[in-house]
């Protein structure tokens, strides 16, 4: 079985994605109704004397995605890492910062 995205799953376990119909002109009122419970993980990493709130969301089923919290007024503009599990997404964030936090020596 390969990965099914969170609308596929949904789908499958008969969550109902829209109701009525949205082109349905005569119809005084539209609603559609996606109920989504998608689990976030949320870790704390201290790199280079620096915190760093990192969160953890499902791409797929065995898929996740690790990216800095945002924060009201903080620019993101750093890539999302990819694991199969929360924790090795995570992993893989933290691994980066760490690289890029490190000091680099001259070359002489």
Known sequence: MGDLTLIETLKTAGWP???PAS?????RSHTINILLHVIIHRYEEHIAGRTYQIEVSPVSASRWRAQITRRPGMPTSLMPFYGQ??????RELSKWLSLVAAPTTANT
Do not use: V
């Not at 082109?23 to 119809?27: E, I, P």
């Open 23 to 27: 082109l349905d002109r005569f119809s």
């Open 85 to 90: 599990t929360p924790d090795e997404a995570a």
């Open 17 to 19: 994605l829209s109701r």
